[in-house]
């Protein structure tokens, strides 16, 4: 992995698994940095599911009362 320019190669090397992970130093920012987007994606996903069965169960319930002649 790298760029190579006159004939040299710059950019990042990793020499080992650990050393991917790693990240030169800033795994921990870079890692932690995906671990949060990803919480933050599920979680959005999972309040949006909260949010469809709340809607689907008032829908359900406006439906009965208008069916009975309730407004």
Same mark, same amino acid.
């Not at 990793?14 to 890692?31: I, N, P, T």
């Not at 919480?39 to 406006?62: D, M, N, P, S």
């Given at each position: 992995?790298?760029? $190579? +320019?006159?004939?040299?190669?710059?950019?990042?090397? !990793?020499?080992?698994?650990?050393?991917?992970?790693a990240?030169?130093g /800033? %795994?921990? /920012? +870079? !890692?932690?940095?995906?671990?949060?987007?990803?919480?933050?994606?599920? %979680?959005? +996903?999972?309040?949006? $599911?909260? $949010?469809?069965?709340?809607?689907?169960?008032?829908? %359900?319930?406006?439906?009965?009362?208008?069916? $009975?002649?309730?407004?």
């Amino acid at each position: 992995m790298g760029i $190579r +320019v006159e004939g040299r190669s710059i950019g990042m090397k !990793w020499e080992s698994l650990s050393d991917f992970f790693a990240m030169g130093g /800033y %795994g921990l /920012y +870079v !890692w932690g940095s995906y671990l949060v987007a990803m919480i933050c994606i599920i %979680g959005e +996903v999972v309040l949006i $599911r909260g $949010r469809k069965r709340t809607l689907y169960k008032h829908l %359900g319930q406006k439906r009965r009362s208008i069916l $009975r002649g309730e407004k």
